[in-house]
Each structure stands twice: as structure tokens, then as C-alpha cells.
């Protein structure tokens, strides 16, 4: 376990463990400009848990949301235990093997969207009353509207949401992986994840 | 710790400038919405202060103006919307055939200002020390080098990745593709995007890390910075360290 | 005196199944001499680089080699499985890579060397003064390694290397994306360095190879080709320069086909702007 860990972020490693978090940084202003509905601010974690491993996207990921708390989100920083579970549950999803097929992936993306949702709903509603500064708030003020409480609003709309950003992220990442050359999927600790180590038939 | 040629706030050494924001943030969940508010107008007045009063801060004016306006902004619509879609409480008022309730209201009001304080203490903190430093001192109280180095090296790609998206935009632009089009057309040009990001900087992140052990890093990390701050400085860190624990046993057992 | 790096039908592959990527190579670098690597893109000049520095072994766990390989007097180590630095050091195809990204300033970078190697502060001090003096990089010791012109940060990125004072220094395609200026200063600092070090440099024109270096490999398809002196190159210029420019250059630029007169020519440019004799 140790062994995996030091794998995780050894040096060679480390300027890949930065870029996935400036990644989750820009994926934002990339959907801003593209005026897109999503957020898509975890797709470096999922990246870096099937290239590399959750413990090495985990630290990413908690990186980018302290960082985005620092940089005109504040809540950010208190949805790191989310972070925990997306990289957790994609350093699973890959070591499966469900990397290698898109159909498993779609399913991967639904049963990682429940104990984010069921997560984030709790942190939302407890820590900032359902705002978080974000598009989401509307449909948390729209469910208390209609009389439900305050957790079960937050519950509805990260339950209407957060699937949704899920599959698209995995599908995103699973067609990244997919496109590696061979001969840059090898450095990878998790490149097993991705695909049967197969002959390195790139010469550089 | 006392430097006459800085300003209060960026005299202060980041250890105690941590713990009052600590302190601030911890406040802002166990105090009422009244106390927030007073925190808030307290911030501001500092924050102003500074700005108009140092010369060194001058960058950050336009940024503070526009991020004092959005915060005010912000606020008021938290709390006008919770007071006219959340009916709990006494109907306060009617405007226009618009109803405001007194529990909406002071739920919009305890939310809103809460945010707003944590939002303008760590924009003043952020505003009042470089982000190097900050990691300096990261590292001096024991954060492994190697998480180090990835602060490090998150500055470099933060400043990287958003010029290579507006190149790839404006080069995707140029061949035709709908970038601006209909909402598939659009989320087309999502992967259209993201995709020569990924790959190309998956590569250069690869030779990177060739490059460092080119160069016998092993995962030690020294910044050859030596950092001391004084006693009182640390020890006053320490206590509003432990009134924030205080706070949050009484706010718990409460 | 054992040399600097001795090859004895030396193979590789990446893997078991893939195709041999060098090929029976068999050649000797004598220590302090200037050895050129020239060949098309493709014909493994960077692989066996990044497989002398040991970087190659380390990232492909699957890579097979066969034959022997011995660097200065580690004995046949076939295929070194860990970086050889400082004993080897090697400056990557990309400049800007090689400045990590970690430092504000010139002299800070290029401390970041010594650090990993457990100098101390003071010798740290000494070594970097030394090298920013040797590489004309004192003016620039403050400046912020990423606000620099592609020249000065190729020569940041030597430094950055040199200051480990290796026994060997690899340099792949060091001339890539410079000016002129940027190549002849390139040039002058690999002129300055051989003799204390020796110094392999891969490239694709023929012009540095047959101005500064002692010895030439030319490799084709993994294979070597040739492996002397200039002289011994320039009886066999034909046949090695139809190798190095690719069919369809010929094709489109008639000249190309017959380049050796103007690339001897540029060579004893390039000789003469250093002071070499030309033989």
C-alpha cells in the first residue's frame, strides 16, 4: 500500500498531479466560453485516479477546490469530502477495469453521482443554507418553494445534477484514456486500468 | 513582525493572518446575522484602509471595488429571494403584489453575510500575501516536499492552461468548428477543446517529470528559504487558534 | 584509459513483441571527445540518448536490451534502470521543460541541481556563480527563468545540467527552435565543454557535426550507419547525406541532392567563427 502511494507522487509524477489540478481550475472558464450547463471541475481528480490512484487525486482535487475557495468561491473548500469520494470511488471504478468500456463507465458515472449528491446535499444545506453561490441555487430555492425543507431541496436538485456531471466527466476521461498513445499510457502507475498492457510498438 | 513600510494586515506573519481567518470563518457559522454583518462592514473598512493607504496595493483596487460590489450585490439577492420564496414567519411586507416573510428574510440575511465574511477575510488574506510565500510556509510547518513542489508547479499550469484554451479556441474557431452554435453544437466543441488540452499537456507533464529526474530530483524539496517568526507572533496564532475550537464546542454542545 | 561510453552489438526494444528500436550498435566514445549523433527523425538518435541517461530503462519497465553497455567504469550494466545522473547528464529536446517551474530566479534554478544532490549551501553558491559565469548567464541571474528568449533559456537549461559537472553530457537536438545567434552560442558552449566532458549531441543537419565534432554516428532505422572521424565522413558524404535528407527534400530542392559542398562549406564557417582547425 505504501509501495502504491510513493508510485503515486513520485517525482516524475508530480507536474502531472499540478496540471490536473489547474484542470479542474480552467474546465470551468472552458464551459463559461462555451456557455454549457456543467461543471466538470472534477475531471482532473477522475483523471488522475485511473492514470495514477485515488490517493494522488484525492490531494489533487482537495487542492483545486482550496484553491478556488482562495479565488472567489468560498463554499469550495467545505466540498472536499465530495472530492474524497469522487476520487475514492473512480480509484475503484478503474482498478475494475470498467475504464475499458463506455457502457460500464455510463453505469460507473450514476453510482458515483448517488454518494455525491446524497454528500454535497448534506454540506450545502448544513453549512451554507442551500447557497453556494452557484446556478444550483435557483433549484434549491425553487424546491423550498414548493414547501419541502431545506435538505430535501438540497437533495433534489444535487440528485438532478449530479449524475449528469458525472457520466459527462467519466465519458470525458474515458475518451481521453482511450486516445493516450501507448507510448505515454505506460508511464502511468494505472495504465493496466485502461487497457491490457499491450506491446509499445512507438518507437520515440 | 512589525515592518513600517507595510500595511497593518501585510504586516502581520501568515501564521497569525491564518488563525484570523480561521477565527473569521468560524465566527461567521456560530455568530448571529447581526455580528456577521458588523464583521463584514469591520473587513471592508480595513480593506479600504489598506487600499487607500498603500501604495503597494494599488493593483488590487479595481479588483476589491468590483469584489465589494458583487458581495453586496450577492447578498442582497440572497436575501430578497429568500424572503419572497421561503414563507415561514410573519408576512412583513408586500411590494408590488410581492410578498416578503420574516423567516426567509432572516434565513437570506444569516446566509448572506455569512459567506460574505468568509468570502472578504480570504480575499484579504489572499490580497496581503503571495501566494510563494504562503507555500513557504506551508512547507516550513511540515507539508511533505512533494505536495510542495505540486503547489508549486499548479502556479506554472494556472497561468499556462487558460492561454492554450483561448488558442485552441480561437484555432478551432478559425477551421469552422460551432463553437458558438446550438447547445450540441457547443458541447461538441467541448471535447473539440478539451481534448488537444488533455493529450498535449499529459505529454508535456510527462516530459517534465523526465526533465526533474534529469536533474536528480528524488522527491526532496528545499525552497532555501528560512523562515522564523517571532514568539508572540506564533502565540497569539495559538490562541485565536484555540478560541476557534472554543466557539465551535459551544456552538456544539449548545 | 577505458572510454567514455562503449556499445557492443547493443539492442533495444520496448517491449518483447515490438521491433528492435537500436540495432547491433558497436561503437566506443573515448572520454572528453565530442561525438555527434546525426540522423533522420525516427532513426533513434533521442532512444539512444534517453538510454544512456537511464531515463529510458526507468520508464519503460517492459524495454529489453541485448548486447553490452558500459558507461565510463560501471562494467556492462545493459541497461542502466535508473537515472545516471550526475555521472550522466542530459539536457531534453524542449528547453523550457527543463526549468522546473519552482524557482523566480536564474541562480535559484539552477541551484535546484545542486539541492537534489545534497550540496551545501555554500558549495551551492560557489558552483552556481561558476557555471552563470562560464554559460554568460550573470546578467540574467535575477531574471525569472520563464521571461527569457528561447537562446537564453537553452543556455538557462545547460547550466541547469552542467552545474552538476558531469562526466558525460547528452544534449538532444540542442540547436531545436533557435536563431542563429541562439545555435552559434549553442555551438560555442559545447566547443568550450569538450575535452573536460564528453559530450554526445544528436542533429539532423550535418553542418555542427562536421565543425566541432571529434567523432560521428549516423544512424538509420536503429541502425548505425557510420561511426568515424570527419574525414572518414566526408569520403562516404554521399551516401550518409542522401541518408540524412529525406527523398521528397530532393525532390522539391534539386540543390539538396548534392548538399555536400554547401554543408562543407557552412562547416568551415562554423570552424572558423570558433577558431577550429578545419581538417
Known amino acids: ?165 458525472k457520466i459527462i466527466t467519466y465519458l470525458v476521461v474515458f475518451a481521453v484514456v482511450r486516445n493516450l498513445p501507448q507510448r505515454l499510457l505506460h508511464r502511468f502507475p494505472g495504465a493496466g486500468n485502461v487497457r491490457h498492457q499491450q506491446p509499445d510498438i512507438h518507437a520515440s | 513582525m512589525f515592518d513600517i513600510n507595510n500595511p497593518t494586515f501585510m504586516r502581520l506573519d501568515i501564521p497569525l493572518k491564518l488563525s484570523l481567518v480561521l477565527l473569521l470563518i468560524v465566527s461567521a457559522f456560530v455568530g448571529s446575522w447581526q455580528t456577521n454583518l458588523l464583521t463584514m462592514l469591520a473587513l471592508s473598512s480595513v480593506g479600504f484602509i489598506l487600499l487607500l493607504t498603500q501604495a503597494s496595493l494599488v493593483q488590487h483596487k479595481k479588483l476589491f471595488l468590483r469584489f465589494t460590489l458583487l458581495t453586496i450585490l450577492f447578498s442582497a439577492f440572497i436575501i430578497i429571494l429568500n424572503g419572497i420564496f421561503l414563507r415561514e414567519g410573519d408576512q412583513l411586507a408586500s411590494v408590488l403584489s410581492v410578498s416578503f416573510y420574516q423567516g426567509g428574510l432572516e434565513f437570506g440575511l444569516t446566509t448572506a453575510f455569512r459567506l460574505a465574511v468568509i468570502s472578504t477575510s480570504l480575499f484579504l488574506f489572499f490580497t496581503t500575501t503571495p501566494i510563494r510565500e504562503l507555500i513557504y510556509f506551508f512547507q516550513h510547518v511540515g507539508v511533505p516536499a512533494p505536495l510542495v513542489v505540486i503547489l508549486f508547479l499548479t502556479l506554472h499550469f494556472t497561468i499556462q492552461l487558460p492561454l492554450r484554451v483561448n488558442q485552441i479556441f480561437t484555432a478551432q474557431e478559425a477551421r469552422g468548428a460551432s463553437v458558438r452554435g446550438g447547445v450540441f453544437g457547443r458541447a461538441k466543441a467541448l471535447f473539440v477543446i478539451l481534448f488537444p488540452l488533455i493529450l498535449s499537456s499529459i505529454s508535456e507533464t510527462l516530459e517534465r517529470g523526465a526533465a526533474l529526474e534529469a536533474r536528480g530530483f528524488r522527491g526532496n524539496f528545499s525552497s532555501g528559504q528560512e523562515i522564523r517568526y517571532p514568539i ?19 456552538t456544539i454542545l449548545r | 584509459m577505458t572510454p567514455a561510453i562503449a556499445l557492443e552489438k547493443f539492442s533495444l526494444r520496448y517491449s518483447a513483441m515490438s521491433h528492435w528500436a537500436l540495432s547491433d550498435l558497436t561503437f566506443q566514445i573515448p572520454r572528453g571527445s565530442c561525438c555527434a549523433i546525426l540522423g533522420q527523425t525516427g532513426a533513434g538518435k533521442s532512444t539512444l540518448l534517453h538510454t544512456l541517461s537511464g531515463l529510458l530503462g526507468k520508464h519503460h519497465r517492459s524495454a529489453e536490451s541485448s548486447g553490452s553497455l558500459q558507461v565510463m567504469d560501471s562494467g556492462d550494466i545493459s541497461l542502466p534502470r535508473e537515472s545516471l545522473f550526475p555521472r550522466v547528464g542530459m539536457v531534453l529536446q524542449d528547453p523550457y521543460v527543463m526549468v522546473s517551474g519552482l524557482y523566480e530566479t536564474v541562480d535559484e534554478e539552477i541551484s535546484f541541481t545542486l539541492q537534489n544532490l545534497n550540496y551545501s549551501r555554500d558549495q551551492i553558491s560557489h558552483r552556481v556563480q561558476q557555471t552563470l559565469a562560464t554559460l554568460n548567464l550573470e546578467t540574467f541571474a535575477s531574471r525569472h527563468p520563464t521571461h527569457l528568449s528561447g537562446g537564453e533559456v537553452q543556455r538557462v537549461a545547460l547550466a541547469c545540467i552542467l552545474v552538476a559537472q558531469p562526466d558525460i553530457l547528452l544534449l538532444d537536438e540542442p540547436r531545436n527552435s533557435l536563431d542563429s545567434a541562439g545555435q552559434e552560442t549553442v555551438a560555442r558552449i559545447i566547443k568550450d565543454f569538450r575535452g573536460k566532458t564528453t559530450v554526445l549531441f544528436t542533429d539532423y543537419q550535418i553542418d555542427l557535426a562536421l565543425a566541432i565534432a571529434d567523432h560521428i554516428l549516423v544512424l538509420d532505422g536503429g541502425r548505425c550507419i557510420f561511426n568515424g572521424n570527419k574525414s572518414a565522413f566526408l569520403k562516404h558524404n554521399e551516401e550518409f547525406t542522401s541518408i540524412l535528407i529525406p527523398d521528397e527534400w530532393k525532390d522539391v530542392i534539386p540543390a539538396l541532392a548534392a548538399p555536400t559542398s554547401k554543408a562543407v562549406r557552412n562547416s568551415q564557417r562554423i570552424a572558423k567563427l570558433f577558431g577550429l582547425d578545419y581538417a
Open chain 1, 1 to 165: 500500500m505504501r509501495r502504491k502511494i510513493a508510485e503515486e507522487f513520485a517525482g516524475p509524477m508530480l507536474p502531472f498531479i499540478a496540471f490536473c489540478v489547474a484542470l479542474n481550475l480552467t474546465v470551468g472558464q472552458i464551459t463559461a466560453l462555451l456557455k454549457l450547463p456543467v461543471y466538470l471541475d472534477s475531471i482532473g481528480t477522475v483523471l488522475l485516479a485511473v492514470l495514477s490512484g485515488p490517493i494522488s487525486a484525492i490531494v489533487a482535487g482537495s487542492f483545486a477546490n482550496l484553491i478556488a475557495s482562495a479565488f472567489g468561491n468560498p463554499p469550495m473548500m467545505f466540498f472536499i469530502p465530495v472530492v474524497v469520494v469522487i476520487g475514492g470511488v473512480s480509484g475503484v471504478i478503474a482498478k475494475l477495469g470498467w475504464f475499458r468500456r463506455w457502457y460500464l463507465i455510463v453505469l460507473g458515472g450514476i453510482l458515483l453521482g448517488i454518494p455525491t449528491a446524497a454528500l454535497s446535499s448534506v454540506i450545502s444545506a448544513y453549512v451554507f443554507g442551500g447557497v453556494t453561490m452557484g446556478a444550483a441555487d435557483f433549484i434549491v430555492l425553487f424546491f423550498r418553494s414548493q414547501g419541502f425543507t431545506l435538505h430535501q431541496s438540497t437533495l433534489f436538485q444535487a440528485f438532478i445534477m449530479d449524475p449528469v456531471d
Open chain 2, 232 to 250: 508572540y507572533s506564533v502565540a497569539l496564532a495559538w490562541t485565536f487558534v484555540a478560541v476557534a475550537f472554543v466557539l465551535i464546542i459551544l
